[in-house]
């Protein structure tokens, strides 16, 4: 699905970008009044016999834009001249445009009174009628909803609505809605974050940093970054304090990037083709997300089948592996990859576990390795080197793997210089096993918390009957200082809600590294606001994704902070 997005700025000399309005004569209320224009279209007939709309991303169509449905309805006449002055409209139903391409749109059409008929030739217009509710946060917003209501007079408005805690607002399919928060902005179409409207409204705020939610009004990405900002104060949201441990690494000059009011399972930056231009690629529920750092579109695939979405692994040359299960059937992952200005279903249904791996130490995640199915433990004995060759994907050898181990969070580098890849996975007991040559050289002293992520598969056996939580473990980044490599592994503390698939107590993240003719594991000296979701590297920098919130329920905030590498570096001297 491709998506229109505003300009990005450099947010800092190691090219970090951030997404932010850069037109220099449009205000937050000018682009505010775009993004939700009316604009009328027709119905076409697709393929299949789908129904399409005749306007597309060209024209600044969105996923989640929704639209109303007219009928031709009666004539209207002039009785004085008997003049036909053309037909009343009669909306009849709704669209909801789930994917737009260049010049049309596919759409989900609804009755607004079923039954009715929608067909080609109808008229549709973009906004018109459809419901819109405002919510405010702050208590001062009152002005900026009036000046809505005149603005956007095209939409069917409610109350304004007084609220203390947006986590309870469910976006949805039908309506527009409006949460003004901070003095920002955020307006969802159809259940999609349609724009974030910075600085739209005055309010009793400081500075950014001051307030507890300086990071966390949603994204216009539903699973990007929003409001990031930088600062020399050592606390940020996902900081709940930064420690003076001496036996651990204390490091203290964090960047806030930047955060959502929504929960992301992964999140990194690659470069996803020839260019060598980086993306940040996401998933975030059932979808996966590409933003070409630089570039107007962002690219999103959402899987629509049954199952589970379970996690998300990089290759090169563009190729993505999502990793499903399908409840009764077992793995059905994909190979997707991003070309064309798109994502793009390369192979589907694989009966694998999918990780990429970088094996020759280049930096560049080459070879994909996938574990096959058992059904009673998920994780099977078998182990492959996978090819992806013409639309399909082929075995080319088996991979020499210990007892033990499985791909689920896995690690395969040379960590200690000599040549062989070490291998590393979690066991059983949630530790982290650390094997070189096939033997465990390494075993961390304690259980690890996990992630915010898990699923259950149904038991095997009759007299226990309860259906086995399987954590999805985030994959450990691979640092390079010269010849020199460590590891990073979320290093979350365990709770009693782990056994029941809950999310770790608190976040921590471990640096695993060759030291003394033996290995070391030493936690950074920090307490993050919640779980360790994700690590990773890019450039310089090693970037820390956390996410606190209600994981039951789904609601939550993501926020993102980057450490220099070289302040990493001299802290393991």
């Known amino acids: ?61 969105h996923v989640g834009d929704l639209w109303t449905v007219f009928g031709k309805g009666e004539r209207v006449v002039d009785p004085s001249t008997g003049r036909h002055l053309g037909d009343m409209p009669v909306p009849v139903g709704r669209a909801r445009v789930t994917r737009p391409e260049r010049l049309f749109s596919e759409a989900v059409f609804t009755c607004i009174r079923p039954p009715c008929t929608i067909k080609p030739g109808m008229t549709v217009r973009r906004f018109d009628g459809i419901p819109a509710a405002f919510y405010d946060v702050d208590g001062v917003g009152r002005p900026l909803y009036e000046w809505c209501r005149g603005a956007l007079s095209h939409l069917a408005w409610e109350e304004y609505q007084r609220i203390t805690d947006p986590s309870g607002i469910t976006p949805k399919g039908d309506a527009v809605i409006f949460v003004a ?133 990089v290759g090169e040359d563009g190729l993505l592996a999502l990793n499903i299960y399908i409840k009764g059937e077992g793995a059905r992952s994909r190979i997707l990859k991003y070309a064309d200005h798109g994502i793009h279903v390369v192979a589907k249904d694989l009966s694998y576990y999918l990780t990429f791996f970088d094996l020759d130490g280049d930096g560049t995640r080459e070879s994909l390795i996938g574990e096959n199915y058992d059904s009673d433990s998920f994780f099977g004995p078998g182990i492959y080197r996978l090819e992806v060759r013409n639309g399909s994907v082929k075995r080319v050898g088996d991979f020499s793997a210990p007892t033990g181990f499985i791909l689920n969070g896995a690690l395969v580098a040379d960590l200690d210089g000599d040549g062989t890849l070490e291998m590393g996975y979690y066991n059983v007991g949630k530790k982290f096993v650390l094997t070189s040559r096939g033997r465990e050289v390494w075993t961390s002293p304690e259980a690890l918390g996990g992630s915010i992520k898990s699923f259950h598969i149904p038991s095997n056996e009759p007299q226990t009957p309860t259906p086995k939580n399987i954590i999805l473990w985030s994959q450990p980044a691979i640092v390079s200082f010269g010849e020199r490599k460590v590891a990073v592994i979320p290093s979350n503390e365990s709770s009693l809600w782990n056994v029941v698939g809950g999310a770790p107590k608190k976040g921590g993240v471990g640096i695993l590294y060759a030291s003394g003719g033996g290995y070391r594991f030493s936690e950074l000296a920090t307490e993050f606001a919640g779980p360790v979701q994700d690590v990773f590297v890019y450039k310089d920098e090693l970037y820390i994704v956390v996410v606190e919130g209600n994981f039951f329920t789904g609601n939550g905030r993501t926020h993102v902070l980057a450490l220099p590498l070289k302040e990493l570096a001299a802290s393991l001297r």
């Open 181 to 313: 928060k901070g003095g920002d902005l955020t307006v969802w179409s159809g259940g999609e974050i349609r724009g974030m409207y910075e600085a739209v409204y005055g309010t009793s705020k400081t500075s950014p940093l001051a307030r507890s939610d300086a990071f966390v009004t949603p994204s216009a990405l539903p699973a990007g970054l929003a409001g990031a900002r930088t600062s020399s104060q050592p606390i940020f949201p996902g900081l709940a304090g930064v420690g003076g441990i001496a036996a651990r690494i204390d490091v203290r000059s964090y960047r806030a990037v930047g955060s959502l009011d929504t929960l992301v399972h992964s999140l990194e930056i690659d470069s996803l083709d020839s260019s060598g231009k980086p993306s940040f690629i996401y998933l975030s529920g059932r979808s996966v997300f590409v933003q070409p750092i630089g570039e107007r579109e962002r690219y999103q695939y959402t899987y629509e089948g049954f199952g589970e979405v379970l996690s998300l692994s």
């Open 1 to 61: 699905m491709v998506y229109s997005l505003r300009p990005v700025l450099l947010l800092s000399p190691l090219f970090f970008f951030i997404f932010m309005t850069v037109h220099a004569a449009e205000t937050p209320k000018d682009r505010l009044v775009r993004d939700l224009s009316p604009l009328e279209a027709s119905v076409i007939p697709g393929p299949g016999g789908k129904n399409l709309i005749n306007k597309g991303f060209d024209e600044g169509v």
